[in-house]
């Protein structure tokens, strides 16, 4: 799948500023950014809810 580099920032922006993923520089390469899922996600994931994240 070829994805512009922009949109998939724009996206990870957009996720990090809901406050659903933490953005931090991977340790092993400056250049490179980690993305990690937030606790929140996590338990809306491991629940048998409907519950929906806020937009």
Known sequence: MRVDRSYVV??????????LVVR???PANRRRNTITITEAVRRTADS????????
């Open 24 to 26: 931090a520089v991977d």
């Open 10 to 19: 724009e996206a990870i922006n957009e996720l990090a500023e809901r406050g």
């Open 48 to 55: 048998d809810s409907t519950e929906v994240l806020p937009a």
